[in-house]
Structure formats: C-alpha cells, structure tokens
C-alpha cells in the first residue's frame, strides 16, 4: 500500500511540475500557479516521508529499503539511510527544489509578476528533468519479489551522525544554486531587465546556498577526520572537488552581488557566475552517480544513469549559456574601478576564487580529458593541488584581511596603512610566539600562519570597533576562514604521524606524550562486534590527561570490517589514534597523530556558517516589497 | 572580439560535455588499474616453494597450461575474504593456481592453509617482496591470468568479488 502511495505521490508531482511549467510559460493566474507550486511542493514531501516510513517499518518489499536497510538498524540510521543510497537521495534533491521553487513562488508581488513567473518556469523545467530522472532510472519505491526477510544493511561507515546531516545541507547548497540559475535565466530573457532590481532577488538564494554548502563541505570533511582513520581532513578526491568548485564560484559570486548592488556594475559576469555556480553543481551530481569515475563517494555504476544526467545538463548548460552569450551584452558595463578600493579588493578576490576553481577543475577532469584522447590512464592528486590552489589562494586571504575596512571608491595607501598598523604588529607578535613554540618553519606555513593572525585580528578590531551592524555577518564569517585557515596550515605543516607494532602494557611517545596501551577488549554494540584497545595518555608530569579507546569494528550484516579512531581534542592539539591490525602474541599496529591546531578548522567553519546566517537575515530584510 | 569572448564559456562546457560523452558509452572501468605487464612475457624469477623448500623457476611453471597467479598472505584480511572464490576456481579444475606468499611467515602459511584448504597447486615465497616488484603488484590480494604460452592476459588488484569471479571465469574460457 505505502510504496504504491509513495509513487503515486511522485507521479503526482512529476504533473504538478508540468503543470507549473506550463502555466507560469503562459503566464496564467497567479491563482493556477499556485495551485501547481503548492501542490508539487506537497506531493514531493509526502513521497518522501513515504519513503522514510517505510525505512522505519522496515518494508522489504521495497527493493530500495531491502538494499540499504536492515532490522538490526538503530531507527535513527534507518531514517538517514533513506537518503544515504542513491534513489533516496534524488528524492531529497527533489524535496529541496521543491522547497526552494515554494520561496521563489513566495517572491511574487504587484511589480514583478513577469520575472518571478519566467523563474519559476525554469525551476520547474529543473525540477521537472530531475523527477523524471528518478522516476525512469532510479524509482526508489521499486518493488520486489519474493519479499526478504531481512535487508543487507548499509554501508557502516556511513552511520555516524556527521554523515547522517551531511547529505541534506550539502543539497541545501547545490540546490540553492539552482534558485540563482532560475533567476539569471530569466533575467536574460526579461527585455528590461537591465532596470530590474533581479540581484536583490538573488542575493538571499546565494547566501543561503553557500552558507549550507559551507557547512556541509565542512561536516563531511569533519566525517572523513574521525571516520577514515587517515589522519587527514581533506583528500582532493574528484567527489570533494566537485563540491568545493560550486563553493568557490559561490564565494566569487557571493561578494560580486555586493558590488552589483552598490555600484550595478559587473552585472553580466554576476549573471554568468551564477549559470555556471549551478551547472558544476549538477556536473558534481554527474560525477558521482554515473561511475564515471572511482572515489569513495561514487555510488552504483550506472551508464544509464550517466547519459541521462548529461543530456539533462547539455541542455540546461546550451540553453543558458547561449542565452548568456547573446544577451549578456547589455549588462556589460565599462566601469573601471581602482584597485584601492573595497570593489577593487572584491574584484581581485573574484579573478583568485575564478582561476583557483578553474585549476580544480583542470585537475578532475585532466585524467578523463587523458584517457579519452590517449587511451592512457593517470591519477592526479595532492601534489597538484597543493602546489597550484594553496599558493593561488593565499593572496586572496591577504585582501581579505585589508577589504572589508577599506572604503568603496578610492582610498590612499597612507590611509590604509594607518588602518592596519597595529593589527600589523599584534599579527607579528603572535606569529613569533607561535613560531617559538612549534619551531617548524616553511614558507607557505610561515605565510599561512602570518595570514590567518592578519585575519583573524583585522576582523576582531573590527567587531569590536562597530559593535552589532550591517557588516557584521561579513566580519563574522571572515573571523572563521582565519580560524579556518589557522587550523589548516598549522595541522598541515605541524602534523606528527607514527606507525608502531605496540604489545600489552608496552608505552610509546609522540611529541612529549607517554602513550600507554593498557588492555584490549571485545565489546558488542548495536549492530557490530569490536575490538577497542585501551590507552592511557600521560603528559611530562606523569599525570593522566585522557583515556583513548580505538576501535576495530566488524558489522555481521554486511560483512564489513571499519576503524573507529579515538580522538582527544583540546583546543591546541589532537590526539588521534587508530588500532590496527594485530594479535595478542606479536601486538598490534597502530597509528599515533599529533595535530595541533585542527579543532579550529571546525571552529572556523562553524563561525563562517555563523556569519552566513546573520547575513541571510539581513539580506531578507532588504529585499524589494 | 567581445561576442566571441561571450561564447567562450559555451564551447568551453561543450567540449567537457563531449569528453564525460566518449567515456560513458565506451567500454571501460574506472576501477581498473592497467598493468604495464598486460600482453607480455611472465617476468623471470626463481625463489622456493613453500611446502617442500624446493626450487620454484618461473620459465619451468609458467606457459604449460592457462594459469592464475594469485598473491597473498596470511596476515590480510581480504585474502581471506576472497580464499573462498580460489577455492572454488580449483575445485572446478578449469585452471592451473599458482600462489605467491608475499612478505610472510611459511610456517603460519602452511597452518593457514591447512584451516582454509590449500587451492594451490604450488605456492612459492616472495619474502622480501621482490618478486611482487617485478610483477608491478600494488597491494595484496591481486590475481593475474596467465595464457598457455606464458603471457599475461589479465589483471585484477584487490580481493575477488563474485563479479570477479565471474569475469575471471569467461576470460578463462576465452582464452583457452
């Protein structure tokens, strides 16, 4: 009964669509929209929250439910499971396009019945090609026979709460870019729409896409840390690239819309960035679904799939892009700015997000380009990245200490200089104490390290100085990527690794810690059986400062073997430690980090998330009545 | 100058488009790791064989009959997984199994093998590890085809799955 519900009420939606398509293309009543976007937006939810009851009833009936689910779940997993597959998934993609398509439809008033309507008739093409998609190739309330008693269970890795919430803001992000794309579609088709206030439209979508994407990025990066037992937070896996690249022509477009909007200047490159900060979302979607190639994130590999997905966005992309290449002209303007100067600074912060999102991409697809015109196979990897986007980004952190304070139009270096003296000498002063400390020195640390202090204290004088404003979200939300930045140099250069064989009641020592391996024990949880080994943590003084329980965890369901590593995190350091293989007789391998400083890259992308939200409460105040 | 400027991001995501095109409906998988050895000659070793010590020369076991080369060792964990799958590819007698012991102890191996049963019809060591050097071997398990006349037709790196298997199955009998 339930799964035949749950596909009817996609089907319905997928009319809904249609219809919404339709009306709004004639520009009928206000009323018939409605009716099509309030209806889209219930079918889509209802199907969804089908899907995830029958996850909790545990229908294995249901081909989808039979394949990722399995009694022995703990209900809070059978839920996140819905979307941890890839049909489930497209149905949450659906439900936040449906959602965002609800606030677009909410945007009507007496002045912009024609804009709104064409950008709801795009939202609701895309939305349209994506329920057909899942509808034709990937229906996730497919039905089986003869019925299983019990499912297979899903991926372990893959329960842990970071993960569970990951999927959905990360498609907050993606799909927000959609509301963007919708609005810069049909402001090139609008005939005046050189004299329509569209980026005051676009402003709250964008802010919202790229503080949920933000937030995301970091959540699955926080998952990968504690989760993959590798020490690392950050992989440059295709699958990480294709959402960091929407992230980054986010944040070009993100302070563009600034400068759009005090000056209507750089309108046709606003236009173009939002196009495209969409079109590498869906590209991402792309990458991952069809197998096109391996990463940890790859789901089945389906050509089918792949095809369907990239006709989907060879027309999206041809429509828009052609559009863009025939009646941008108008929204070109020949402003010159000067380069001391707030548009100046966020001008040269759009050229660095451009080009570093451009090497990233040139970095994922380079060994498809490769295989496809030689036949040969080459992987491309962190070397790469760290040796083009770290230095490539690096001058974009310098500006951002500086731009914020500077004023818009012109402003002489003396000014400037007067501006910055003394955050200047607090950056020195700490850099050196940190330096005193630590005794590692590289020159990209060494810029890394002055750079995130520069920010970091730039942004706290200003905070201080203008108490709660307009600006603050922006200040916020630069304070966190000089956390962030903080945590991401001094865990990258600072980092200590050791990989021992450690025998019962034997000790070690990583950087002035006596780590103890006490004893070992079998435990049984939920779903698993462990392994977890017990190890004390002592400090110069000999005194106790944590207990570490690593874990070896095998899941009987799927036959799946995983790592719990066991953190201890103060706000300076890490302490991390992963049990590996091993037996009573000849002892265990295991794997020690020391990694100071790396609470503060959470620390800072929760500050960045912080400052999002501050601004998109202020963005939706401003917007036209 | 400027409209061609304006087209550029359109030719510039047509050609992407183009490249995910050809790679999506030509026959290929991501996951395969190519080998340099793929098409040529067995390389050239000789070292002893686990059960009797003897002297193991790779030109005496290699290019006779269509053989599997299987590397492993007791002390990883998908070797186990996928000595099921080896298992079976001798019961069903298709195929010559040669194992190499990589980086291990023979006498744990021999037990191992007495446990789990022993599909191999030799099994030679490789204590430092050199052989699998030669052999271009990543990481342990990895499984490679070997033709009648000595030639490799395949490789697999990781445990064997039951798609694997499957695949292994038909390449035998394509070759054969």
């Known amino acids: ?625 | 100058m400027k409209n061609k400027f304006l087209k550029l991001p359109i030719i510039l995501f047509f050609i992407i488009l183009f490249i995910f095109f050809y790679l999506l409906i030509i026959d290929r998988n991501p996951a395969k790791v190519p080998s340099a050895l793929l098409n040529k000659n067995v390389p050239i070793f000789v070292t002893k064989t686990l059960v009797k010590n003897e002297k193991f020369s790779s030109s005496k076991e290699f290019g006779d009959q269509v053989t599997l080369v299987n590397f492993f060792a007791t002390w990883c964990k998908p070797c186990k997984d996928e000595h099921a799958f080896i298992m079976r590819f001798s019961s069903e007698k298709n195929i010559k199994i040669v194992g190499i012991n990589y980086k291990d102890n023979p006498k744990k191996t021999i037990e191992w093998l007495k446990k789990l049963g022993n599909p191999y019809s030799n099994v030679a060591l490789d204590k430092n590890g050199k052989i699998a050097i030669d052999w271009g071997v990543y990481g342990i398990p990895e499984t490679f085809i070997i033709n009648s006349r000595g030639i490799i037709k395949y490789r697999h790196v990781g445990a064997i799955t039951p798609k694997i298997y499957k695949k292994i199955n038909l390449i035998i009998k394509e070759i054969e």
Request: with cysteine; hydrophobic share 50%; aromatic share 16%.
């Open chain 1, 1 to 625: 009964m339930a799964p035949t519900l749950g596909n009817l009420a996609l089907w319905l939606s997928l009319v809904f669509a249609g219809s919404q398509f339709y009306n709004t293309r004639k520009k009928n009543k206000l009323k018939i929209i409605s009716i099509s976007v309030i209806g889209l937006l219930i079918s889509s939810l209802f199907s969804f929250f089908l899907l995830i009851y029958l996850y909790v009833i545990s229908d294995f009936s249901v081909l989808n439910v039979f394949q990722n689910s399995h009694t022995t779940k703990p209900l809070f997993y059978k839920i996140t499971a819905v979307w941890g597959n890839h049909e489930g998934s497209m149905l949450l993609w659906i439900i936040v396009l449906t959602i965002f398509n609800y606030f677009i439809f909410k945007l009507y008033n007496k002045k912009n019945f024609i804009f709104v309507s064409k950008t709801l008739e795009i939202q609701s093409f895309i939305t349209l090609g994506f329920i057909v998609f899942t509808i034709l190739t990937s229906n996730p309330f497919e039905r089986m026979v003869p019925v299983q008693e019990n499912g297979l269970g899903f991926n372990p890795i893959l329960q842990d709460p970071a993960l569970a919430i990951h999927p959905p803001l990360l498609y907050i992000g993606y799909v927000g870019f959609s509301a963007a794309f919708s609005i810069s579609v049909a402001t090139l088709v609008l005939k005046n729409g050189k004299n329509f206030p569209w980026y005051k439209y676009m402003k709250p979508f964008v802010m919202v896409a790229w503080t949920f994407l933000t937030i995301g990025i970091a959540l699955g990066s926080l998952w990968a840390y504690y989760e993959l037992g590798w020490g690392g937070w950050w992989f440059w896996d295709p699958v990480e690239n294709a959402s960091f690249m929407p992230w980054l022509l986010g944040t070009a477009l993100l302070h563009s819309l600034i400068i759009v909007d005090k000056k209507q200047s750089l309108q046709a490159w606003v236009l173009l960035l939002s196009i495209l900060a969409f079109l590498l979302s869906v590209v991402g979607t792309f990458l991952v679904r069809s197998g096109i190639l391996t990463s940890v994130h790859a789901f089945a590999l389906d050509p089918t799939r792949g095809i369907y997905i990239l006709l989907f966005i060879a027309i999206l992309g041809g429509y828009s892009l052609m559009l863009f290449s025939s009646k941008s002209k108008i929204y070109s303007t020949k402003n010159y700015f000067n380069f001391f100067s707030k548009e100046g600074s966020i001008l040269v912060n759009n050229i660095i997000m451009v080009v570093a999102c451009a090497t990233v991409l040139l970095g994922t697809i380079y060994p498809l380009l490769m295989e496809a015109l030689t036949g040969n196979k080459i992987s491309i990897g962190e070397p790469y990245y760290n040796s083009t986007v770290v230095p490539i980004m690096l001058p974009a952190i310098l500006i951002m200490g500086v731009g914020p304070i500077l004023s818009w139009g012109k402003e002489s270096v003396l000014e400037i200089a007067k501006k910055v003296s003394s955050v200047f000498i607090i950056t020195l002063a700490m850099t050196i104490i940190i330096f005193s400390i630590y005794k590692s020195y590289t020159f990209l640390g060494i810029a890394g390290i002055v750079l995130a202090f520069w920010i970091i204290f730039n942004n706290l004088t200003t905070l201080y100085r203008n108490k709660f404003n307009n600006l603050t979200g922006m200040v916020v939300a630069h304070l966190g990527v000089g956390f962030l930045m903080l945590g991401i140099t001094a865990s990258s250069i600072w980092q200590v690794e050791e990989i021992i064989k450690m025998k019962l009641k034997s000790e070690t020592e990583i950087n002035k810690y006596q780590i103890f391996f006490n004893e070992i024990n079998e435990i049984k949880g939920s779903n698993y059986l462990s392994l977890r080994g017990d190890f004390l943590v002592y400090d110069k003084g000999k005194n106790i400062i944590a207990k570490l329980k690593p874990e070896n965890r095998f899941y009987p369901v799927t036959g799946n073997f995983t790592s719990e590593a066991s953190i201890h995190t103060n706000l300076f350091r890490d302490l991390y430690i992963v049990l590996g293989e091993g037996n009573i007789n000849e002892g265990w391998t295991v794997r020690l980090y020391y990694n100071p400083l790396v609470v503060w890259i959470w620390i800072g992308a929760f500050t960045i998330f912080l400052g999002g939200v501050i601004s998109i409460n202020k963005s939706l105040k401003r917007m036209p009545k």
